[in-house]
């Protein structure tokens, strides 16, 4: 299934258009599946309503630990580098990540969990955090991963949403230099979380913490109650695998459901081919398993193939701004998967942290989760890739489940800022407003995907019409990414960013209207409004528009109790850059905020605002642009 020369991808991606079924048949004979499919497609994008390989049986737990035992069971599965570089790094081979996974597969249906139900997971970046996911897949339950950037309520409302019966955590987690104490989080959560009956807590910073009797229970003493044998749950290709929460344009997040067969093909095949990743291989991603890049491209795709993943529980500036480099020489790492946002940061200071690195191992890398400028995309080539290591932009969101626009490392050529061309089997296309085609090369539009892949969602949870409503219901018959999209006169796409009201801040995708609710349940604020603007380092920082007539004290006070507000409500992760007090929001007359205008001000260019005379109040553009020359 491996691509290997562009001859082969042209070919490979004509198949895959002309006789879809027949390709990806093909592609999913390299998994094993307890029972073959008897369709390998059934769809429509109206209801929407799409099947892969229906009738199949597998577990994908078995494609990632069992399927690898007889010939690669000591090859290491997980390397675990931690948070602080005096503590030893951990290898787990597929032997070991098998029976561990077993092992606390059988703790979890010993606290009551089975096929089917939901569990919250909350948790550090440590190995247990795979087993933890791999163990939900093993019993067929449904997992649902909170970054642990994410508040109480912000958890609270995704446990209730999904009625998860289990949350696994630990006691705490370390970021640099600081301790985040993830147990009394999750507590203050499921004060308002009826349907939870357990909470499995492992110790990892060891800080104190409340065990409530009945509820709460330690990892360590749990797996010592078990053996590690746990026959994996027989599961249909379309039963549930995962529910991920992701932010949109409406106040609430939703949860993006990802099945077992379909996603499993798609997470393994495009990892095996878009990182042209070859047997005995390191491969580090240095994402958090908290978001999609983790779930499918530190667990699900690299097990599937066999390979080496690298996990790390800690940032890249800590203790110092070697600490990536470190790690690629520690552990020879041969493939870095990594953010436009990490790229900037450590750009930022200068070379002197390469100095004595030994980086001769790195023969591929990669960019996700934002548009990667040009100046990132040079260094990162020239200083890290030695001008050697094909860089794969790789276009995709959590709704795809993978790698959608990429280049194939070592297969098909990069250019730079360019995520290039579409992997086979998908047919991306770029529409105007009407949802008319734009033909031909050289043009903008906004992207849309026109056929299904497996790996795509298949609803949202809780609320399919949701799921239509967003993605399907835009265009008729096309999946609506939501982003923009440049197709250059060689057809080569580039995505451009977002064109709804999504911000994505340091790779991550935030929701101004989620933003606007949490800064107007701070008590004194009447309304605000959000919009982004470019950031060096963060690709676009959270400008925030807020009224506030009666403040209590200075006016600086008030900003930090607002940030400490939004805090609370989602996260430390959703926290404003930018806050300005104005006396009135720029409106039409019907009432409707014009964030185009507030947007152009953030980015500090009022040559142009248009006509803003069929405003309510005219007036207020004038001292909202004054307001901005003081902050
Ligand atoms: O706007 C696109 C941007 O990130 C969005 C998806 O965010 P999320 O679901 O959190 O998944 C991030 C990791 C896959 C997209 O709609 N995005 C992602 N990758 C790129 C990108 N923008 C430009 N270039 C990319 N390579």
């Known amino acids: 299934m491996q691509i290997t020369s562009f001859k082969q991808y042209e070919e490979d991606y004509k198949k895959s258009v002309e006789n879809p079924e027949q390709f990806w048949g093909e592609v999913a004979q390299n998994f094993q599946w307890r029972k073959p499919w008897f369709k390998v497609l059934s769809w429509n994008f109206n209801e929407p309503n799409i099947k892969w390989f229906e009738g199949a049986k597998l577990n994908i737990t078995e494609n990632c630990l069992d399927r690898h035992l007889a010939t690669n069971g000591d090859k290491p599965a997980i390397v675990w580098e931690p948070n602080n570089p005096e503590e030893e790094s951990v290898t787990y081979t597929y032997k070991m990540l098998h029976e561990r996974v077993c092992r606390f597969a059988n703790v979890l249906k010993r606290n009551g969990a089975k096929k089917g139900d939901r569990i919250c997971i909350y948790m550090p970046m440590v190995p247990e955090l795979a087993i933890a996911v791999l163990a939900c897949a093993r019993i067929g339950a449904v997992h649902s991963v909170i970054f642990g950037g994410f508040s109480a309520k912000s958890i609270a409302d995704r446990i209730n949403d999904s009625q998860c019966k289990v949350v696994i955590t630990a006691d705490g987690s370390y970021r640099g230099n600081k301790q985040i104490p993830l147990k009394e989080v999750i507590d203050d959560a499921l004060i308002g979380c009826p349907t939870v009956e357990k909470c499995i807590v492992l110790t990892h910073i060891r800080t104190p913490v409340s065990m409530l009797k009945g509820r709460d229970v330690w990892w360590e003493d749990e797996v010592k109650h078990v053996n590690d044998i746990c026959e994996a749950e027989e599961m249909d290709a379309e039963d549930m695998l995962f529910i991920l929460y992701t932010s949109g344009s409406t106040g609430k997040p939703k949860g993006v459901v990802h099945t077992c067969g379909g996603y499993m093909v798609y997470a393994g095949y495009t990892f095996s081919n878009v990182f042209n990743y070859q ?33 790390f529980e800690g940032i890249p500036t800590y203790p110092t701004p070697s600490r990536f480099w470190d790690i690629v020489e520690k552990h020879k790492v041969n493939t870095l998967y990594t953010a436009p946002t990490a790229i900037r940061s450590l750009m930022s200071y200068g070379e002197e942290p390469l100095k004595d690195k030994d980086l001769s191992s790195i023969r591929v890398l990669g960019s996700v989760g934002e548009p990667i400028n040009e100046e990132a995309w040079h260094w990162f080539d020239e200083k890290i890739g030695r001008g050697k290591a094909p860089i794969v932009d790789t276009w995709w969101q959590t709704e795809t489940g993978g790698i959608m626009i990429s280049p194939i490392a070592t297969v098909t050529p990069t250019k730079p800022s360019f995520a290039t061309l579409p992997l086979p089997g998908i047919q991306p296309i770029l529409v105007d407003e009407n949802g008319n085609e734009i033909e031909g090369n050289g043009v903008m539009g906004n992207l849309c995907i026109k056929f299904p892949w497996p790996g795509m969602l298949r609803t949202t949870y809780g609320d399919h019409e949701r799921c239509k409503q967003t993605y399907f219901s835009t265009y008729e018959n096309l999946y609506f990414t939501g982003d923009g999209c440049l197709r250059d006169e060689d057809g080569y796409y580039r995505i451009t960013g977002r064109v709804d009201d999504v911000l994505n801040v340091s790779g991550h995708r935030i929701g101004t ?76 007359r019907s009432g409707k905020i014009m964030r185009r205008i507030l947007r152009k001000i953030a980015e500090g260019d009022t040559s142009n605002l248009g006509d803003t005379s069929t405003l309510l109040d005219p007036g207020i553009v004038e001292e909202i642009i004054e307001a901005t020359k003081k902050l």
Request: net charge negative; aromatic share 10%.
């Open 279 to 311: 047997p005995g291989e390191v491969y580090f991603c240095t994402a958090d398993i908290g978001w999609i890049t983790g779930h499918s491209y530190i667990i699900y795709g690299p097990l599937s193939q066999g390979a080496t993943s690298v996990l």
């Open 513 to 588: 209207a989620e933003v606007e609710n949490a800064i107007n349940m701070h008590a004194g604020v009447v309304e605000s409004a959000v919009v982004g603007y470019p950031h060096d380092v963060k690709g676009q920082g959270i400008y925030a528009f807020v009224i506030y007539p009666e403040m209590h004290g200075e006016a600086e006070l008030s900003k930090k109790d607002i940030l400490q507000t939004v805090t609370r409500v989602i996260g430390a992760i959703a926290k404003p850059d930018k806050i300005l007090f104005v006396s009135g929001l720029p409106k039409t």
